[in-house]
């Protein structure tokens, strides 16, 4: 490849948007366009990768008491080491004792129709027999063709979606701020040929700034990620 190409998605700045804006967004969404009462609630979260394990921070935060379902075993460790239940999606049983007390659901898993593909439209009438609040906080509808869209949601539609502004602009400023600097690094020379991540220093120098700017906010989970990979001594949390 004869050009630089950047990908500010796999930057750890991104996770400010990805899991903390979204995650807010999506609380704030129950909140505001269809005003659900989350403190002392029982949500269950499809999904804990970027989008999800923000989620459930959020949802956290709002006093609810959340179950996450996963497939990826690293996944589920991630959420039981943070204090949450955590369970397998593909064991049924588990699935259905993690809906038996939920008053709502929301999925972030990522993979359209997920729900819908990963179990019988039998196994879901069982699934999903008890009244709850269904929410989609993916891409795309992740619940599928044995849903009826008028029982979820804003019809499918990501929950951040249906806000005025879909992610909190503080959390979407720094990613803008990391690809100005990294269109700046590539104008004058400084970014090598090819297919990249971002090189560390000009995450942590982003992450700093917006830390200094956003003091209250708590984001040590992104510095720790950071740290594990040698690139703060002294992190700012």
């Known amino acids: 490849m004869g050009l630089p190409v950047v990908s500010i998605d796999n930057s750890f700045t991104k996770l400010l948007e990805t899991n903390y804006g979204t995650g807010q967004a999506i609380v704030q969404a129950l909140k505001i366009k269809f005003s659900i009462e989350l403190e002392n609630s029982h949500v269950v ?51 259905i004792s993690a809906l038996s007390n939920a008053n709502g659901v929301i999925t972030a898993t990522g993979h359209k129709n997920m729900l819908s593909s990963t179990f019988t439209q039998q196994q879901l009438d069982t699934l999903f027999s008890k009244k709850m609040w269904l929410a989609n906080g993916g891409a795309d509808n992740e619940y599928g063709p044995y849903f009826d869209l008028n029982k979820l949601l804003g019809e499918g539609v990501a929950l951040n979606f249906l806000l005025d502004s879909p992610t909190p602009p503080k959390f979407l400023d720094p990613v803008f701020a990391l690809s100005n600097l990294i269109i700046g690094l590539i104008q004058n020379g400084k970014i090598e040929n090819g297919l990249q991540k971002v090189p560390k220093k000009y995450d942590r120098i982003t992450l700093h700034e917006w830390k200094r700017l956003h003091p209250l906010i708590d984001i040590s989970d992104i510095f720790t990620q950071l740290e594990k990979e040698n690139i703060l001594s002294n992190p700012i949390i």
């Open 45 to 95: 979260v499809f999904g804990y990768g970027k989008v999800g394990s923000g989620i459930v921070k959020a949802l956290k935060s709002a006093e609810a008491n959340v179950i996450v379902l996963d497939i990826c075993d690293k996944a589920i460790m991630a959420a039981q080491k943070s204090g949450f239940k955590a369970f397998n999606l593909k064991n049924i049983s588990e699935v």
